[in-house]
């Protein structure tokens, strides 16, 4: 083990430390793997094997061993495991494992003791049928046994982006440990293996891989009871290789376990090496967005992070395709399929390790783990039809869904035993969450960002139900006939041709509600109960009267004509009741004005009625001519034929549906805006006059070759909705013929909007929502469950300081204008625990508070160089004491402060620009408390906490909830009245969990408490790091501020002045000179704090 240097001080003299080696655990640190693809050799043709052996090429091997078979697909859920004898991840149907026929083969030799990872990749699932591949390595002078390696079949949820980025290749080989690693692939002779890579995987060296395990656990910022777990800092992830996501389920259902098929003769100081190979090889060579487990677990029972995204939230892995969304994965490192040389039995502490994670999960997602449940095969199952549904336990093997005999016969027999193990960790965790108040299971919470908005993905547009246009567009282009494409986006309807060419009534809203403004012509006639007129005339200088309207008057309507600047009403067309229609038989169109200037032409008829105290407009036409405006309205007119006509069919039906659903005595039948469909009339007119037309050649020929056309249900119009995009599944209703399913079509279509981003910003959700006053997150409380990130979303609660609005999802997404109701937050999650430096500011620098003469509360904040300026950020702080900057309290990644006043205890949420939003109050009983300090994460639950010490000497965390409360306390220590002053810097020995400094009252002695190994806010017993600090009348511990990425102190001396104590990351500090500048300005303020 490599050694550090924590510096402990015997004296503080002039500015020096005198350190003395200390051992302490070396800093992990991300490895960047080698990942080398090599193309095959060329092929020859397969030698015939001798009795009992395998073909070979290079040193021949001690045994041989011919490749197992590989179970058999099954179309229907049989209940029963695979009953191949093979190595335990057959995932595929494909590529018999003897291949019929004159056989070519290719075989790659290579030194592998750099290398931990292999396998081959391939350009297409074709190559991949054909091939076989296996893999042996030698050790010392013996080769072991040809092992082959299947094309993996865990992968991604079809549908996804990270399936699109997939490819085709076997699963990864471990090999670490050995000398050399040959490659076989065999083909038929008339395979072009050439096309075929076999990627090499050097995972990398870390000191820090010899000491996982001997250094504190983490957590994972997981929420409420997470089990201690070798994080992805730990083993050394190398975050560049993630490429996507992460992607998140609102809810899972059960465990699945794997193991990754590789010797179970590793080292402690290999595993580490192993987890990034796996990760190297699924993102480099599967293409992958990450490693596709959740976790994994070595055979010394130690849980590493596996999948980025929080150990504590429901991360979609690649691991159990198309039920990733419904499991967490969980890897045993190591071979447990009996038909592999040196396959072993998963022992006693890896069932332990893996029973302690699924019952953590299991505690959080509300579900028994001695239980069964229902799962919805998904696209990227190959055992099960998407959409078939099946019962399993929820604690399972990899076979129990997939074409495998994953996790290996000897895994897949301890599986009884396993759910008993993890039904009784479960329990004590229930046991364990009646005291604690943690995290709620499936809280999908947003803190405020760091910046001005949220950034959003998201999926569709419009409502998602019925038919998406976009995907009507795709499916033409894939050859899909207009029938074809009504019946998949409206299952169980019957296309009927008898509902002829009906006259509409459509609702003109845009011509608004106090008159029908109308231009004249020689030919355009009124008529009014039976009466007819044509609406032309000149006025007095001989000009023609070409503007008229009709508006409300006492007890009808009137007709009005504009001349010089005014309305003037006619002598004889006045209290008109009923209906009053305008019309040109000549031209076949009226020309309307509308409020907003603009003019339009509608065919046929125009009507205006009485509604109310105002006027309702309507133009009254055929049915296929109101298509005609419709359909290039809704869909381009540039689209395929076979898109153009469904949309008709389908705005025909919808039209028809509308008006058969109007209440009695309606005077209209559809509406011209989004509310129903769009139609915007004929034509319009530029300011010239000029014509616009709306309709289009395209589109109408698509309305005459459909006309009479229309899908029914039950005997009537079926309501045919349809929206831009539905982001790759529709929508359900409580319509029989509005279902849920896979949309294969609506990302085709290049342009298409199935998928998008944008950025949501924090000012216009508090526009939104006022009542909440400052936005402090948004919490999603309901999704439907369908797809990606749990679906769209049903419910959303905003929160703020004062108060909080619960909408439905279209509610939000109308108020904020969003494409649909299914999206997720992508910006990075806030990480409360990231409270170093204190900063206040926003710079990234560590800065001071103090309260001046004049009662303000003044923030010094640091320049990175270890100086500082002070201004003032608030007014009547004299009554306050404690004052303590915490981090970021409450989730949102600003820093946040604390004070007590009188015995209540607040704090006031940060701003991050040197502000502050007005304070929370935090609980009350605080007089018996007499110092508090910032701590960051003491008790690693991924929230923020703070450190008290009562008047009795006893020394407390308080434990964060991430929301601005306390969920609890834990006594760390007692006997700390003994000391003049407390710090806390944050980590200064370099193991990343926050430490404490003490100055002892009786001789000022400085003492450093480091965190305890266990890593659960813990102090080890404290070490003198400097005999005397008698200069210093405070000390104050704002993290760095020198900019080296150490955490530093400050010492303030009776004067004012203050001296910047430099860390050097592994317990010393040494003081820089001169003093900081402003002895005569600082040296009365009072209440120092960090």
């Not at 057959?90 to 291949?99: I, L, R």
């Not at 992958?288 to 992070?305: A, K, M, Q, S």
């Not at 003109?508 to 020689?522: D, F, I, K, Q």
């Not at 820093?895 to 015995?903: A, N, P, Q, Y």
Request: charged letters at 15%; proline letters at 5%.
């Amino acid at each position: 083990m490599r050694t550090l240097r924590l510096l402990a001080a015997s004296s503080l003299l002039s500015g020096v430390v005198v350190l003395v080696p200390v051992a302490g655990p070396v800093t992990a640190h991300a490895v960047a793997p080698t990942v080398e693809n090599v193309p095959l050799p060329t092929a020859a043709p397969t030698p015939a094997p001798s009795p009992g052996g395998t073909p070979t090429e290079g040193p021949a091997p001690t045994s041989s061993a011919t490749p197992s078979a590989r179970p058999s697909a099954t179309p229907e859920d049989a209940g029963a495991p695979s009953t191949s004898a093979d190595d335990g991840h057959a995932h595929s149907s494909v590529a018999p494992s003897t291949p019929a026929g004159p056989q070519e083969q290719s075989i790659l030799t290579r030194d592998s003791s750099n290398l931990d990872v292999v396998g081959v990749a391939f350009p297409d699932e074709a190559l991949a049928t054909e091939a076989t591949v296996e893999v042996r390595t030698r050790t010392g002078g013996t080769w072991n046994d040809w092992v082959e390696a299947d094309i993996d079949g865990h992968g991604p949820d079809g549908g996804t982006q990270e399936a699109r980025r997939a490819k085709v290749a076997t699963e990864p080989v471990g090999v670490t440990g050995s000398d050399e690693v040959q490659v076989r692939v065999r083909a038929p002779h008339d395979v072009d293996l050439s096309k075929a890579t076999v990627t090499l995987v050097d995972a990398g060296d870390s000191n820090a891989d010899a000491t996982i395990g001997q250094q504190p656990l983490g957590a994972a910022h997981a929420a409420g009871l997470a089990p201690s777990m070798i994080t992805r800092a730990q083993w050394g992830a190398d975050e560049s290789l993630r490429g996507c996501g992460p992607d998140y389920n609102t809810h899972i259902n059960g465990a699945v376990v794997h193991h990754t098929v590789n010797a179970n003769t590793y080292s402690s100081s290999e595993a580490a090496g192993l987890v990034r190979g796996i990760y190297a090889y699924h993102t480099r060579s599967n293409g992958w967005c990450d490693i596709g487990y959740n976790f994994l677990v070595d055979r010394f029972g130690r849980l590493y992070e596996g999948r980025f995204g929080g150990a504590g939230r429901n991360v979609q892995g690649a691991q159990t395709g198309g039920f990733n969304s419904q499991t967490v994965g969980i890897a045993s490192i190591g071979t447990h399929a009996s038909s592999v040389a040196g396959a072993t039995t998963p022992s006693s502490t890896v069932l332990t390790t893996v029973a302690d994670v699924i019952a953590w999960k299991a505690w959080l997602n509300g579900w028994d783990p001695r239980t069964s449940s229902s799962f919805t095969a998904g696209t990227g199952a190959d055992k099960f039809s998407p959409g078939t549904k099946i019962t399993r336990p929820r604690v399972s093997g990899h076979q129990d869904f997939s074409l495998t005999s994953c996790p290996g016969n000897l895994y897949e027999a301890l599986l009884p035993s396993l759910r008993t193990r993890v039904a009784t960790r479960y329990q004590a965790y229930l046991a364990s969450a009646a005291t604690s108040v943690a995290a709620a299971a499936g809280d999908e919470v947003y803190g405020r960002p760091v910046t001005s908005s949220f950034a959003l993905s998201g999926k569709g547009f419009g409502h998602g139900r019925g038919m998406s246009q976009y995907g009507a567009y795709g499916a033409a282009l894939k050859g899909l006939s207009t029938e074809s494409i009504l019946a998949f986006y409206y299952p169980k309807t019957t296309l009927v041709s008898t509902v002829g060419n009906p006259t509409l009534r459509v609702w003109l809203s845009v011509a608004g509600s106090s008159s029908t403004s109308v231009r004249s012509t020689s030919t355009l006639k009124m008529t009014w109960n039976g009466k007819t007129a044509v609406v032309y005339g000149k006025n007095s200088d001989g000009s023609v009267r070409d503007r008229w309207r009709l508006v409300p008057d006492s007890t009808g309507v009137a007709l009005q004509w504009y001349e010089k600047g005014a309305w003037h009403n006619t002598a004889t067309w006045r209290r008109m009741t009923g209906t009053v229609q305008l019309a040109d038989a000549t031209a076949g169109k009226v020309r309307v004005v509308l409020p907003s200037g603009e003019e339009r032409a509608y065919r046929r008829t125009v009507a205006t009625t009485r509604n109310g105290s105002g006027t309702l407009t309507t133009n009254v036409l055929s049915l296929n001519y109101y298509l005609q405006s419709v359909v290039p309205s809704e869909m381009p007119a540039s689209w395929s034929a076979a898109a153009l006509r469904s949309q008709a069919v389908a705005a025909r039906t919808y039209a028809l549906y509308q008006k058969g659903h109007r209440p009695s005595g309606s005077l209209y039948d559809v509406c011209d805006s989004t509310s129903c469909q769009v139609f915007k009339g004929l034509n319009g007119y530029t300011s010239s006059g000029a014509v616009i037309p709306f309709e289009n050649s395209a589109t109408t020929a698509a309305v005459a070759a459909t006309s009479g056309r229309a899908v029914y249900y039950g005997g009537a119009p079926a309501l045919t909705e349809f929206s831009s995009a539905n982001g790759g599944y529709t929508v359900a209703s409580s319509l029989a013929y509005q279902v849920s399913v896979k949309d294969p079509y609506d990302n085709v279509p290049s342009g298409s909007p199935s998928q998008w981003t944008t950025n949501l910003s924090v000012a216009s959700v508090e526009r939104a929502f006022p009542s909440v006053g400052t936005l402090t997150a948004l919490r999603i409380t309901g999704r439907n469950g369908i797809s990606s990130w749990g679906g769209r979303i049903e419910s959303v609660t905003v929160e703020g300081l004062a108060g909080s609005s619960t909408v439905s999802g279209d509610s939000f997404r109308s108020k904020l204008g969003l494409r649909s109701t299914w999206w997720t937050v992508t910006s990075a999650p806030a990480v409360s625990a990231a409270s170093f430096p204190k900063d206040l500011s926003g710079d990234g620098r560590g800065d001071l508070l103090a309260v001046d003469t004049s009662r303000r509360l003044q923030l010094l904040s640091g320049n990175g160089s270890g100086g500082f300026s002070s201004s003032p950020v608030a007014a009547e702080w004299e009554k306050v004491s404690l004052i303590a900057n915490v981090g970021s309290w409450d989730g949102d990644s600003r820093h946040d402060v604390v004070e007590r006043d009188g015995g209540t205890l607040y704090y006031h949420a940060g701003d991050g620009a040197s502000g502050f939003f007005p304070r929370q109050k935090i609980s009350s009983g605080w007089e018996g408390v007499d110092w508090v300090g910032g701590t960051g994460d003491m008790d690693q639950d991924g929230h923020t906490d703070f450190l008290a010490r009562q008047v009795n000497g006893q020394l407390k965390i308080y434990r964060g909830d991430g929301k601005g409360g306390v969920v609890g306390t834990k006594l760390i220590g007692t006997g700390f009245g003994a000391y003049r002053d407390l710090v806390t810097p944050g980590d200064v020995t370099g193991d990343g969990l926050p430490d404490v400094v003490a100055i002892r009252a009786s001789d000022d002695a400085m003492l450093l408490f480091a965190a305890a190994p266990s890593g659960d806010g813990r102090l080890s017993s404290p070490v003198v790091v400097s005999d005397s600090v008698a200069g210093f009348t405070d000390l104050l511990g704002p993290g760095d501020v020198t900019g080296d990425g150490r955490n530093d102190m400050v010492g303030r001396r009776a004067s004012g002045a203050l001296t910047v104590l430099e860390g050097n990351g592994s317990g010393g500090f040494a003081a820089l000179s001169p003093d900081v500048a402003g002895t005569s300005t600082w040296g009365t303020w009072t209440r120092w704090a960090s």
